[in-house]
């Protein structure tokens, strides 16, 4: 079992199965307007209903690092614009590491509407077959489009 385990660990790491997920929603604000009300960094917890904590860092710049659902998750800021930020999940001793990304921007279309694109990326190489990796995307697809909306909503009211 033991060396079934790390034969198959080996081969995911030297085989890596990278994956994409792009969502997008558009939205009847100014992408200023948009980003003031869910781009903070902790404003994850008004739109993906998830408690978060800032453990690093100043909340806003580059290395803070935000802790997410009791502390089972953390991510670190690794990129940032005005109407943008981008952050990873670390790795963490003895689980599979995925190369977690995520990047969420308010892009204006206009000077009255914008769009907010979110997208994930990760590998899905620790998964045993196509299903199981389609299944893992289906999953995150629907809790971010869900949260997706939840921003519209917020930034529209």
Known sequence: MT??????SAAALADPDYRTVKMEIDVNKPASEVWAKIG???????????????????????????????????????????LSYGYTQPVKEGTFYSLYHGFMEARPL????????????????DKPDEASKQADLTQRRTRFEAALKKM??????
Do not use: H
Request: proline share 0%; net charge positive.
């Open 40 to 82: 903070g960094y902790c404003d994850i917890s008004k739109w993906l209903e998830v408690d978060c904590k800032i453990v690093s860092g100043d909340g806003s710049g580059m290395g803070t690092v935000r802790a997410l659902a009791n502390d089972r998750i953390r991510e670190i800021l690794v990129g940032k614009t005005e």
């Open 152 to 157: 519209k909503q917020i930034a529209e009211q």
């Open 110 to 125: 206009s000077k009255r509407t914008s769009k907010i694109l979110y997208t994930l990326i990760l590998d899905v190489s």
């Open 3 to 8: 060396v079934a385990l790390l034969a198959y």
